[in-house]
Structure formats: C-alpha cells, structure tokens
C-alpha cells in the first residue's frame, strides 16, 4: 500500500472520529438540559373560596389566609400556589428549605392578574421575606397600600417599605417575574444572604 494512500486513510479515520465525538457532545448537551426538578407535594391558598380548616393539597380544598401559608410544610420539591385574581393582606415569610435538584416554587395559579401581597404602611420592612434556601419565588404582585408620599420628590413613596427581604443566611433562592410596587426598596439583601438571583422583575 502506497504512502499517499496510508494518509487518505488516516485523514478519513481521523474525520470520523472527530464527527463521532461532536455528535456525542451534542448528545450530552441535549441531556444535560433535560434535567427536570423532582416533584413533590402542591399546596394552594385561595382567598375567595378557600378555608384553612382544609388540608390545601387541591384547588377544592384550597386554604384562604397568607397566616396559613406561612405554616405549609414545604419539603424540597414542594409548591405553594397563590390562586390569580386574589389580594391577601399581611407578610409572607418564605423560609423554607429545598436543594438544589428540589426546590421550593412559591408560584401562582388560575387566570387573570397577578396574585397581590400588599400590606398598609403600618408594617415596615419586607412584605415577603426570605430566609430558606433553595426557594423559586415567582410571578407575584407585592405592594404597599396608600404609602404617605412627598408631593415635593415626585410623589416618591416616604418610609422603609421593602417588597422582598433577603434576610440572614438566606442563599440560592430566585425571584423572578414579579411586580413590586409603593415601596422604598423593591428589593433589599443583607450582606450575609448570598447566591441568590433576581430576575425579570417590575419595580
């Protein structure tokens, strides 16, 4: 066999390695995006037709105050749905633990506007605050009722009024898709809360 012919078959060889490896890395890549959360328990709070006396794991059996919420006992996978359309008044505390292949999603359900977490200025600080880890906090409305305003700053809101407190050691939680509204900071985080993500939020 000549030598001319000992190279065109190296080459050859050569380019169908390489073709085989790039399709393998595609397939891995592919795969590596697949990757779901584990699921694990749902919990919903209606503030129309819900009832705290319920055990909220359904739509017909939805809990109904934001007080109840706050006690779900969230496990890492778990959700906690607000119904759309809903206003509930007082503070949210998020302070559950999930991981990182199962996090908490404190989300929303059903149509219409954005479910509301509002508060009157009478509460100062955060109306959610975030003190767990692992949390997906999404697609919310938080906001302060009638703030006092300076009608000399633009009507600017006047107080400590804060839409979503990062607290403590809160870390690798994500707050994303929401609208913060009335508040003097949209959204504060503590010098100790760390890895956590803010993302395509309204303030």
Known sequence: MSKTV???LGFVATFVLLIS???NTIKLKVQDTSIT???GATYYIDCSNGNDTNNGTSVASAWKTISKANTAPLNP???LLFKRECIWNGRLQAGWIGTDTAPII???YGTGALPSI???PSLSSGRVEITGKYQIIENLDVRTINPNTDPNCNNQTIGYFVGFNFLGTSSNNIV???RISNHTIGIHITDNSNHNKI???EI
Request: glycine share 4%.
């Open 6 to 8: 000992l190279i065109v």
């Open 106 to 108: 404190i989300s929303d």
């Open 118 to 120: 509002q508060t009157s």
């Open 176 to 178: 994303r898709n929401s």
């Open 21 to 23: 490896l790039y399709k």
């Open 199 to 201: 993302i395509n939020n």
């Open 37 to 39: 959360f584990a699921a």
């Open 77 to 79: 996978g778990d959700k």
